[in-house]
C-alpha cells in the first residue's frame, strides 16, 4: 500500500499552460458587455394582441382588459395599423409564460421585442 501511494506520487505530471492573449481582446470583450448592458436597459418584451384596423383593435383593447386586468393594455398607431399590447416584460421567461395564458383567448398572440422610446 505503501509502495502504490509513493509511486502514483512520483508519477504525477506538473503542466504550466501560457496563453498568449491579443489585448484587443479585452478591449472588445469590454465593449459588448457595455453594448449588453445598454441593450438590457432598453429592451423589453411585450405581447402582440392584434395588428389591423381600427374597429378590430378597439374591440380588442377591451376584451383584454376586461380578461387581463392586471396586464397593462395599450392601443397605438403605426401606419397604417392599428396595435393592440399587452405588458412589459423585462425578462423573456416571464413574457413567454403570460403568452401561455394569453393565447388561450387570443390564439394569434406573439411576444415581441421592443426598445424603449428614449426622449431627449
Given at each position: 500500500?505503501?509502495?502504490?501511494?509513493?509511486c502514483?506520487l512520483?508519477?504525477?505530471?506538473?503542466?504550466?499552460?501560457?496563453?498568449?492573449?491579443?489585448?484587443?481582446?479585452?478591449?472588445?470583450?469590454?465593449?459588448?458587455?457595455?453594448?449588453?448592458?445598454?441593450?438590457?436597459?432598453?429592451?423589453?418584451?411585450?405581447?402582440?394582441?392584434?395588428?389591423?384596423?381600427?374597429?378590430?383593435?378597439?374591440?380588442?383593447?377591451?376584451?383584454?382588459?376586461?380578461?387581463y386586468?392586471?396586464?397593462?393594455?395599450?392601443?397605438?398607431?403605426?401606419?397604417?395599423?392599428?396595435?393592440?399590447?399587452?405588458?412589459?416584460?423585462?425578462?423573456?421567461?416571464?413574457?413567454?409564460?403570460?403568452?401561455?395564458?394569453?393565447?388561450?383567448?387570443?390564439?394569434?398572440?406573439?411576444?415581441?421585442?421592443?426598445?424603449?422610446?428614449?426622449?431627449?
Amino acid at each position: 500500500m505503501i509502495i502504490y501511494g509513493i509511486c502514483s506520487l512520483s508519477h504525477s505530471q506538473v503542466s504550466n499552460l501560457d496563453i498568449k492573449q491579443d489585448p484587443k481582446l479585452d478591449s472588445l470583450l469590454n465593449k459588448k458587455i457595455t453594448f449588453d448592458r445598454e441593450r438590457y436597459l432598453n429592451e423589453y418584451f411585450t405581447l402582440q394582441l392584434y395588428y389591423g384596423n381600427l374597429e378590430i383593435a378597439t374591440e380588442t383593447l377591451k376584451n383584454a382588459k376586461e380578461i387581463y386586468p392586471n396586464i397593462p393594455v395599450e392601443l397605438s398607431f403605426e401606419t397604417p395599423n392599428y396595435k393592440v399590447q399587452a405588458g412589459r416584460f423585462k425578462d423573456k421567461i416571464v413574457g413567454l409564460k403570460t403568452l401561455d395564458t394569453v393565447k388561450k383567448n387570443f390564439p394569434s398572440a406573439f411576444l415581441l421585442t421592443r426598445k424603449k422610446e428614449i426622449l431627449e
